[in-house]
């Protein structure tokens, strides 16, 4: 996305994988465990993955153990996820503004960076470029957009966002911590693509 260009930007909450179905063949035995336990152990809201549309010609931001990288929006038509619109976002936090985001969405693709199991499963970075998904949206929001989200959090579902952020300093939010800020509906509910509920309300508008 080219600054100045309308954009519907939307950030992609994926439902955690139902435990009683086969592991993806190609995942590493190291992963199956975060895999099938990813959302029990952020929250417990049914989401266990994020990625972000911006309109990019290449796709869709996503960070997962394959990398740091645009995919094909194809590459989502079978697995089960809700949309959030950033304009409701924007509309609600002044310093969210649509194209800067998906600028910063794309630096965070291009500057790469290493998908990081460890990050995922003790909430702590090692090093500054080890990535979980929702580095594609962590990075991209204002600072002190990320940090009010995660102090809400905190006040209201401590086990969907930590203060541990590594060498940037940034709280680590869960797939589960955006569904619940952004008050998307739970992810059990959620069961099939594409699905863009009327979101309740922001967490800037809750006590």
């Known amino acids: ?53 911006c309109c990019h010609p290449h796709g ?10 645009f995919i094909h929006r194809s590459h989502f038509s079978t697995r089960p996820f809700v949309r959030f619109p950033l304009r ?15 600028n910063a969405v794309a630096r965070v693709v291009h500057l790469g960076g290493t998908y990081s199991a460890i990050k995922a499963t003790t909430k702590c970075a090692q090093q500054p470029d080890d990535l979980i998904c929702t580095d594609t949206i962590i990075r991209a929001l204002p600072r002190t957009v990320v940090n009010d ?27 589960n911590g955006f569904a619940l800020a952004f008050g998307m509906p739970p992810g059990s509910s959620v069961t099939q693509p594409e699905i863009a509920p009327p979101p309740g309300p922001l967490y800037i508008n809750l006590p």
């Not at 869709?60 to 990288?69: C, P």
């Not at 995660?150 to 939010?173: M, N, R």
């Open 1 to 53: 996305m080219s600054e100045g260009t309308p954009c519907e930007c939307e950030i992609l909450l994926f439902r955690a994988p139902d435990p009683n179905q086969p592991v993806p063949t190609e995942l590493p035995p190291e992963l199956v465990e975060l895999y099938l336990g990813g959302d029990a152990g952020s929250g417990g809201y049914g989401y266990s993955h994020a990625a972000v549309d």
């Open 60 to 69: 869709v931001a996503e960070i997962n153990m394959y990398g740091t990288r």
């Open 88 to 102: 409701y976002l924007a509309a609600a936090v002044p310093s969210v503004n649509e194209v800067d985001f998906c």
């Open 149 to 175: 989200i995660h102090a809400w959090l905190q006040g209201h579902y401590p086990g969907s966002s930590w203060a541990c952020g590594g060498a940037l300093k940034l709280p680590l939010i869960s797939p």
